[in-house]
């Protein structure tokens, strides 16, 4: 792989993120994960839409996280989302959730996806066309 | 109308419902309401999946909420959906959610969904047939 | 009233706040109207911490939304929060969500605070004397 | 380890649970997580509340989740909640979210908490006194 693929996304912790600790609870970093991956695709022009567009849904089958320090309300964070190649038909990165401004890893993450063809909801053991055209782009 | 139709539907309040104040955050009642509405259509005979297979969706237009008392997590309360009648092609209920076994009145609510035909999006300016029928068999 | 205090807040889709109508769920309005007030105090210096180390709370005591048109996953749209002023002890305002770039209005809402000592837990019956200057500042 | 400490757990899927593909978003899964360790909670007698009430909180630091099947809104599901036994300061526990009545395997995952003292806000690493009773009893 000749370049990491690395994409940086702002976030503002909502209120309505924090539960009863006082702190961002944790399944909502599944959210800021998804955030990471929808800016990722932005950046490097593989976007969910186009996705859809080729006849594919992506579903997430694997996700991991790991805190290590609190986010509260209000806060400002960072999402940092990187692209983990892979030989097999299946999207997968990992993620770093920095608070800032003092730069404070706050969670780690990773997730797999798939690709699924919308015209007959089948799993796709291949690589997608579009998808080898992609990594022959960016890797 | 002849009758009251109401139904009460058990809660028990999740951790990840709460926010930083330590209680149910405000935004989630409304996923409290949504409870009422499926109990009341399972306990009626008018659930969503029956509204599909007729062809409609019935989405929201308006929703109302206030706020009494604070619910923790946890803590158990019953949701309770009061159908209101209307000459309008629009599903009208009220809602009161009380902690329990106290039975404080927490909150309460009130929601109004149209019929759209999912064939053409189109909103619905009459009652559906099957609507007419279900209030004759019940008002 | 000499001056409308109106914030705009650019606010971007998540993928997890639609539905299976495939549209932002009626309830994640709440959220954003919640963006929209975060938005509007640090722009006019009236931010939730600030009133926290005044040693009160804001709940919400009411909300009403109203839906006009579907917003997706993706899609960009700006939250408009107007401060609505009140002889009461009360923070009032009203949201325009409005979908971007064509500027449809999406949806309408008002939502009403309280305040509340933190450290009796009672409810303040008259403005507290910062929220009395703010507003001889602002209006 | 004397005995497998399972403890089942009705669930029904909320239309607000689920996205825009149709199904349950997947960062949801770690709320029913949450549902089956509450309810293994009250079932072997280590709820929430006693923690706390031993002054601990005992935050997530890691949580796994993998996606078999999907779960559509109104469905019926079982939350399996494993205890896995380990001599570290940490409560584990493995998930399997079957769909009813089929009993389909939906969703499997792991968690991993650890306990902090509310008084200094410290990691504990060794056992508190209250979890190894606890343990003593049920192992």
Redesign the interface.
Known sequence: MKNDLIDLCPLRV???E??????V????Y??YF??GR?SFGEHFGL???DVVKEGY?I?????????KHSL???EHATIETKYIDSPAAKIKFEYNIYKEPEHILCATGTSTQVFVRMDNNELELTMPEFYEKWRAKWL
Do not use: C
């Open positions: 909502r209120f309505s924090t539960d009863a600790i006082g702190v609870w944790h399944g909502n599944l959210r998804e955030d929808e976007p969910y839409v849904i579903p997430i089958v694997e996700v991991t996280s790991q805190y509260h309300a209000g």
